[in-house]
């Protein structure tokens, strides 16, 4: 079974984002399997930088965004029981922001280490980036690793953290050449999850 599974399909999303920010055209319909549904929150407020809280209830999390996005969830099945997927993405001016996470079923046996090691090579190797740092992590007790990898066009910063049995993946992707370090690390820092 091929391992990394939230990688996988946030390199899909993010390229579709990539190509329709890099070149300003309509959005596409998104692909058969991937679903868009929309967020239940109320109307959110903005704080003064004109981002909005996100936050989903499904997911146990909430974080900073430059508005509300919409669930992109996929379900695959698998020889130890099906998996899924959702992710939530926002492009803004200068950079692309996304949030992810898996539920595999209960049958599904992994390395929690090797989890956060393969989905940060997946998504390297699925966008072409050589990766430029990484570390291990603890954030809120949540064992982690942060990574920056760059491509010839964009600055990819991630951090993938395994809370329970759910890793969770935030990504962001600024085009090369730009400052955009004040929203990323607020999309970063911003981010609250809770086991239960």
């Known amino acids: 079974m091929k391992r990394g599974l939230l990688a996988s399909l946030i390199i899909t999303v993010i390229s579709v984002a990539v190509l329709a920010q890099d070149h300003t055209r309509p959005r596409s319909t998104p692909s058969p399997i991937v679903r868009p549904t929309p967020s239940t929150q109320p109307t959110p407020i903005p704080n003064p930088e004109g981002w909005v809280t996100f936050n989903n209830e499904a997911g146990r999390f909430s974080v900073l965004m430059p508005e509300i996005p919409t669930d992109k969830a996929e379900t695959v099945p698998s020889d130890p029981g099906p998996y899924t997927t ?22 599904f046996n992994f ?86």
Do not use: C
């Open 86 to 107: 959702h992710l939530f993405i926002v492009s803004g001016t200068q950079s692309i922001f996304l949030i992810g996470w898996v539920d595999y079923d209960p049958k």
């Open 111 to 196: 390395n929690p280490t090797q989890e956060l090691d393969l989905n940060r090579e997946n998504f390297i190797k699925g966008v072409n980036a050589t990766l430029v740092n990484s570390q291990r992590i603890t954030i809120d007790g949540y064992q982690g690793i942060e990574f920056t990898a760059e491509s010839p066009n964009r600055v990819f910063k991630s951090r993938v953290l395994m809370v329970g049995r759910r890793p969770y993946q935030l990504v962001t992707g600024t085009t090369k050449g730009l400052d955009d370090s004040v929203n990323v690390k607020r999309f970063f820092d911003s981010f609250k999850v809770r086991l239960h």
